[in-house]
């Protein structure tokens, strides 16, 4: 009864979402934070003062929402925790945003080069559609985020893994190999997902300049506003660049199922197409409200982007003084391990002190712990479990 597509499929496995007990809950690089006050307030007003509009089909092109994401993104240079901030409250709401000098980007962010969906995921799903092709092979790293892989079967896109180097790093010489060997795309997370670590700028400028100039060249910024470096400025000089983003990590928003892309308007213009193949009505009109008021709110989630990695660099302190190996990070999580402990024997442990943290069984990686930074009596809470272990 089933098409033969279906045997091929390898689903996603999510962090766990237990239903048993109430535990701190540190496994799906959630951020610890709730939204701006001012999303509940716009979300609350947007339901109360157009009740109907809820029985209505929403924008189909998000249109306001894309501007609201630009104008975020011109004020802030696309990483949070770096910009600047000036008056509003303590918690940053109302704050003046503006970059800080390494961020800037040398030109305007129009509306035309967003496109926006239900969560980076949704958009993936159409960039995997989109621009890659079953004839030839898309190359990315061995580990980085497992929904790749995932697409690639749904789509029946061959993949070109290439293992990470000896210091957890992308082997972007043989990833340049491999994907002008075959005229491939390539796709990586960056900063990287779930080693934390991220290309600088320039080192992503070197590889798209020697990567296959027809094919187009992905970068997902999940992590990055938790201090990567974004690649927009590099929108200016190439063409076949695609930047992937969301709201779930930096703008609090997991719930809210919103993510964009950026891109020049052509290759835009081809992911809006597919969205109109699939769904017309991508968004629906409460998360769209959402997504306006948070970029408007800048400021409070600089500050969240700010204090998330002040927490996640005094933990990595804590654990590397406790004898655990730690790569640095510039995301909301860090990836850890300790000699002569298993690595899903310290998963266990610690679930039972009632804290989730994420344990992968990949070969590779699995003696890592993989742990989201949460608030600072949460990641206090982990220290005395982690302490004892």
Partial sequence: MLSSRMSKLHPYVP?????????????????????????????????????????????????????????MLNKSGGVLCRANLEKGKKNGSGAIVTPSEFDKIPFVV?????????????????????????????VLPEHTYSFYPVYGGFYNIPLEKVPLKSDWTLDTAKMLE????????IIFA????????????????????AAPKDRVFVVDEAY????????IPLLAEFQNLVIVRTTSKSLC?????????????????????VKNSLNHFPIDFLAQQAGIAACRDAGYYVRAAQSVAFERDEFIDFLREKGWSVLDSQTNFVFCKKQGVNGDEAYRKIKE?????RHFATKGIEEYLRITVGTHEQMLALREVMDEM
């Fill in 15 to 71: 962090g766990e979402q237990p239903k048993d007990r109430i535990y701190i809950k540190l496994n799906a690089n959630e951020n610890p934070y709730p939204p701006s006050p001012k999303v509940i307030k716009a979300v609350r007003s947007a339901a109360k003062k157009n009740p109907e509009k809820l029985g209505l089909y929403p924008d189909p092109d998000s249109n306001e929402l894309k501007e609201a994401i630009a104008d």
């Fill in 110 to 138: 129009t509306p035309d080069m967003i496109y926006a969906g239900n969560g980076s995921d949704e958009v993936l799903s159409f960039v995997f559609y989109a621009f890659f092709d079953s004839d030839r092979k898309l």
């Fill in 178 to 185: 491999l994907a002008n060997k075959e005229n491939s795309s």
């Fill in 190 to 209: 960056n900063p990287n997902a779930p080693t934390s670590i991220g290309l600088s700028r320039d080192e992503v400028r070197e590889m798209i300049k």
């Fill in 224 to 231: 990055v506003d938790f201090g990567g470096e974004s690649c």
């Fill in 253 to 273: 928003g997991a719930g809210q199922r919103l993510g964009y892309l950026v891109a020049n308007k052509e290759l835009v213009d081809a992911v809006t197409t």
């Fill in 353 to 357: 002190e009632g804290i989730l943290v």
